[in-house]
């Protein structure tokens, strides 16, 4: 038995996707605002977080909302945080890598993630202590032993490109002892696919918390790990992130930690 507040998550998921779905054929026709520098939204995304927030505030009024395209209503004991369309600009180009993205927050603790792909109708699904889920099929993390034929996934800057160096760094590291990197454009999605298995492995900097919670949740409960450069649970503040089983997880986060500690020229 799904918990009441996950059951709300995969209600509020699905309607902001049916809004994606229906926009997707017809992208030519959207409003599309530069937020930043490559930062992009649509009116796809407002008009999606809009129906993501009303479930949860006629659901769950007292609970706090964090979402991406404005919507913040102050942290109590819980605290949704809401992506309503990760991966804007492949959805701009009729790319269909993008998915709706909530995680759920108990005091300092995620408790419920949901990640849906309304393209392909993936939906992933978390609860804390209860695994995670693919349309109802129980998930387990990937088994490799170490990045000796690990296919990575990740995120290149796109936005601030500040830590660009170091990133590359990481990347030419991993690209030498893997079997291939991918960057489909993501992080949530990208989060998912370590839960389910599809990917080794997965690290990005400077990611925002909406990028970041349900993904975190979903390769924990799938069995994996998922922490900050540093080893702990400081993601959601910090923006950086590194996951995959415990094997992987431990030599992925050896080389970041050698790269961003190596003495600059």
Not at 219 to 244: H, K, M, P, R, Y
């Amino acid at each position: 038995m799904q918990h009441p507040i996950l059951v709300t998550a995969i209600r509020a998921a699905r309607k902001a996707g049916d809004i994606i779905n229906r926009s997707f054929a017809r992208v030519n026709e959207i409003t599309i605002t530069n937020k930043a520098h490559n930062d992009f939204v649509t009116d796809v995304d407002q008009r999606a977080e809009a129906a993501i927030v009303e479930i949860v505030r006629r659901a769950y009024p007292d609970h706090g909302i964090l979402a991406e395209e404005g919507n913040r209503i102050p942290d109590k004991d819980f605290e949704w945080i809401i992506d309503p369309l990760d991966g804007t600009t492949n959805f701009i180009h009729g790319m269909p890598q993008l998915c709706v993205s909530i995680g759920i927050k108990h005091f300092d603790r995620l408790e419920h993630a949901v990640i849906y792909n309304p393209i392909h109708d993936e939906l992933f699904t978390a609860t804390r202590g209860g695994g995670a889920h693919l349309n109802d099929r129980r998930l387990r993390i990937a088994q490799r032993k170490d990045l000796d034929g690990a296919l990575l996934g990740t995120g290149f800057p796109f936005r601030d490109f500040s830590y660009l160096d170091t990133y590359l760094a990481t990347f030419k590291a991993f690209m030498l002892k893997t079997a291939g990197i991918r960057r489909p454009g993501s992080a949530a999605l990208d989060l998912a696919y370590v839960a389910a298995g599809r990917y080794d492995g997965f690290w990005e900097f400077n990611l925002k918390p909406w990028d970041l919670a349900a993904g975190a949740l979903l390769v924990q409960e799938a069995g994996g790990v998922a922490t900050d450069f540093t080893g702990d649970q400081g993601f959601l503040e910090n923006g950086n992130i590194v996951a995959g089983n415990l094997r992987v997880h431990a030599q992925m986060l050896h080389i970041i930690s050698q790269e961003i500690n190596k003495p600059k020229a």
